[in-house]
Nanobody, 123 residues
Framework: QVQLLESGGGLVQAGDSLRLSCAAS????????MGWFRQAVGKEREFVAA????????IYADSVKGRFTISRDNAKNTVYLQMNSLKFEDSAVYYC????????????????WGQGTQVTVSS
């Protein structure tokens, strides 16, 4: 069993930056492929980014490529999402989760979801 806790969300203006954190329990954290997803009001949950257990492989949705950076610190059991040049359309609840298989980009291939952290970008 893995427990995840997201933090770092908030209200920012377009063009600002935020860094989200996802703290995980579990002694084998560094073996997990981890992902970030987001869900805006009235929309389905969508993939944002994912990272391999050793941090050597990262995957991004086209909508955030070049603006967002996923990273991890296995010593702290934490995954991060650095979000730069934020846009109004980035507003959503952001979730982290553990992948059931490597390179997964759909929510159905993830488990152990956190409770989410709200990001609101004003235009």
């Amino acid at each position: 069993q893995v427990q995840l806790l997201e933090s770092g969300g908030g209200l920012v203006q377009a063009g600002d930056s935020l860094r989200l954190s996802c703290a995980a329990s579990g002694r084998t954290f560094n073996s997990y492929f981890m992902g970030w997803f987001r869900q805006a009001v009235g929309k389905e949950r969508e993939f944002v980014a994912a990272i391999s257990g050793n941090g050597g492989t990262t995957i991004y949705a086209d909508s955030v490529k070049g603006r967002f950076t996923i990273s991890r610190d296995n010593a702290k059991n934490t995954v991060y999402l650095q979000m730069n040049s934020l846009k109004f359309e980035d507003s959503a609840v952001y979730y982290c989760a553990v992948a059931l298989s490597p390179y997964a980009t759909t929510q159905y291939n993830y488990q152990y979801w956190g409770q989410g952290t709200q990001v609101t970008v004003s235009s």
